[in-house]
């Protein structure tokens, strides 16, 4: 029990041992990571009374955290990510995984609760480089249509322009003919 009790006590991971109902036992570094004093003000609570009253999906904190404990009891064990509360009020996520245990007898939960603010941050990064890498694909899309637009008005112009020369020349007044070669030479200098 020493061995344990000193391998519980200095491990760097959050570890609570709870029943249904309340913390059981909660090691330093579960304290350490809420911003409690001490152990004895988490032992007793109900691991929804350290979280938000919801969680990021939309649902009650005590609903969702009464489902994963029947799913622990049920299947042996079960991860998930949750926002935890810290004492002085603020938002924690953290990465969960509970599994059941016989502990004198009876069958309770130990959790092993894990930090994760800055793979979340680094995610929410990412996600924010992406929308901002698909916003600029979607402004070069919009440019080269664009620039497809204007660069086809233009060029249909000339095309005609050049038809008419080609086809009718020597049926053209020499007027017509200028007045074709204008436009041709109009956006030449347009296009410089």
């Not at 009790?5 to 570094?29: C, I, K, T």
């Not at 969702?64 to 935890?84: N, P, S």
């Not at 095309?159 to 041709?184: G, K, M, T």
């Amino acid at each position: 029990e020493e061995k344990f009790r000193a391998l519980f006590e200095a491990s760097s991971q959050g570890v609570m041992l709870h029943d249904e109902h309340q913390y059981l036992e909660v090691n330093p570094a579960v304290v350490r990571m809420l911003g409690y004093d001490s152990a004895s003000e988490l032992i007793g609570l109900h691991p929804a009374l350290t979280s938000p009253p919801v969680q990021p999906t939309g649902e009650r904190s005590a609903m969702l955290a009464q489902r994963y404990i029947q799913e622990c009891l049920t299947k042996g064990h079960v991860r998930f990510d949750w926002v935890a509360q810290r004492k002085n009020g603020d938002p924690i996520p953290v990465e969960v995984i509970l599994t059941r245990i016989n502990w004198g007898g009876k069958q309770i939960i130990q959790a092993a609760v894990n930090d994760i603010s800055q793979r979340k941050q680094a995610e929410e990064e990412l996600l924010k480089a992406l929308a901002h890498e698909k916003e600029l694909g979607e402004l070069k899309s919009r440019f080269v249509s664009l620039v497809s637009h204007e660069f086809r008005t233009p060029l249909g112009i000339i095309q005609s322009s050049a038809e008419i020369l080609d086809d009718y020349l020597d049926r053209l007044e020499p007027a017509e003919r200028r007045e074709q070669l204008q436009v041709l030479n109009r956006l030449q200098e347009l296009a410089r």
